[in-house]
């Protein structure tokens, strides 16, 4: 089970930190990732995180701007978000699954996802 937490409202150029809290299984057998879905637009990947956090990937959206980070022993990870842009308003999810490709390159199906978190950015 995944819990998602920390969206907002907040102007451009500003910052937010989003966290999602796992459950229910081993959270460093999964990659941890956060994806978007803006109004009317498909669900994109953001930025995801590796089982022991070695490894990160980013949107290229995102690159410079936001900063993926778990950790293990309190099965969170977290998604900081600086310097924002109104295009980055969309609902956010947190996802877990077994597998880094399958995270990063195809967005599905993935093991489990968080119920999603609204952020929006005013301009």
């Known amino acids: 089970q995944l819990q998602a937490s920390g969206g907002g409202l907040v102007q451009a150029g500003g910052s937010l930190r989003l966290s999602c809290a796992f459950s229910?299984?081993?959270?460093?057998?999964?990659?941890m990732g956060w994806f978007r879905q803006a109004p009317g637009k498909e669900r994109e990947f953001v930025a995801g995180?590796?089982?022991?956090?070695?490894?990160?990937d980013y949107a290229e959206s995102v690159k410079g701007r936001f900063t993926i980070s778990r950790d293990n022993a309190k099965s969170t990870v977290h998604l900081q978000m600086n310097s924002l842009k109104p295009e980055d308003t969309a609902v956010y999810y947190c996802?877990?699954?077994?597998?880094?490709?399958?995270?990063?390159?195809?967005?599905?199906?993935?093991?489990?996802w968080g119920q999603g978190t609204q952020v929006t950015v005013s301009s």
């Open positions: 996802a877990a699954d077994r597998d880094r490709a399958r995270m990063v390159v195809h967005g599905s199906p993935l093991d489990a």
């Open positions: 995180i590796t089982w022991s956090g070695r490894f990160t």
């Open positions: 229910g299984r081993t959270f460093s057998s999964y990659v």
